[in-house]
T-cell receptor, first 112, second 113 residues
Framework: DTAVSQTPKYLVTQMGNDKSIKCEQN?????MYWYKQDSKKFLKIMFS???????INETVPNRFSPKSPDKAHLNLHINSLELGDSAVYFC???????????FGPGTRLLVL | DQQVKQNSPSLSVQEGRISILNCDYT??????FLWYKKYPAEGPTFLIS?????DKNEDGRFTVFLNKSAKHLSLHIVPSQPGDSAVYFC????????????FGPGTRLSVLP
């Protein structure tokens, strides 16, 4: 069974559209994260959620909004997509207090 | 089933000595590997990479070794410094275009003064 899954794997869309990326973990972890990987492979943390509370919100545009319907899911919603949003987005999870993070397979977003 | 494994959750090393972080993978299609370093409350920072056509890549104090037949890679840090204390993630991909990366769960390195 996949521990952390993301859908879709690939997403191609037009500028100005609104899209969502879903993330689910079946590890029973308390904290989930979203990262953006840039062209130089640097992983920038965007958000983390702990028991449905946002605990980290880095300087990302408010067009990006995380939504957590329950502890096992943290979805990323993006409004008014821009060309610069093209990247690979990774979801991850960890047990509260642990530094070990389990990453999803990534979602490659291409904005045309 | 984890395709990328880091079996040591933590490692402690004395300052000035060598730190060796290990990573094993199961997918023989992986041909590009990276190491990331992560400080608390920050995102992982890309550290060093290696392609499967090489068995060693060196960058300053950091050297990555790849043993394809054993599906094993390791990161050597020498000499270790207190600032190296962080969590280190190993990642693997079937190409170097940033697609389909698979991450290990990380190893916490503590360098003791």
């Amino acid at each position: 069974d996949t521990a952390v899954s993301q859908t879709p794997k690939y997403l191609v869309t037009q500028m100005g559209n609104d899209k969502s990326i879903k993330c689910e973990q079946n590890l029973g972890h308390d904290t989930m994260y979203w990262y953006k990987q840039d062209s130089k492979k640097f992983l920038k943390i965007m958000f983390s959620y702990n028991n449905k509370e946002l605990i980290i919100n880095e300087t990302v545009p408010n067009r990006f909004s995380p939504k957590s319907p329950d502890k096992a899911h943290l979805n990323l919603h993006i409004n008014s997509l821009e060309l610069g949003d093209s990247a690979v987005y990774f979801c991850a999870s960890s047990q509260d207090g642990s530094e070990t993070q389990y990453f999803g397979p990534g979602t490659r977003l291409l904005v045309l | 089933d984890q395709q990328v494994k880091q079996n040591s959750p933590s490692l402690s090393v004395q300052e000035g000595r060598i730190s060796i972080l290990n990573c094993d993978y199961t997918n023989s299609m992986f041909d590009y590997f990276l190491w990331y370093k992560k400080y608390p409350a920050e995102g992982p920072t890309f550290l060093i990479s290696i392609s499967s056509i090489k068995d060693k890549n060196e960058d300053g104090r950091f050297t990555v070794f790849l043993n394809k037949s054993a599906k094993h890679l390791s990161l050597h840090i020498v000499p270790s410094q207190p600032g190296d204390s962080a969590v280190y993630f190993c990642a693997a991909s079937v190409d170097n275009y940033g697609q389909n990366f698979v991450f290990g769960p990380g190893t916490r390195l503590s360098v003791l003064p």
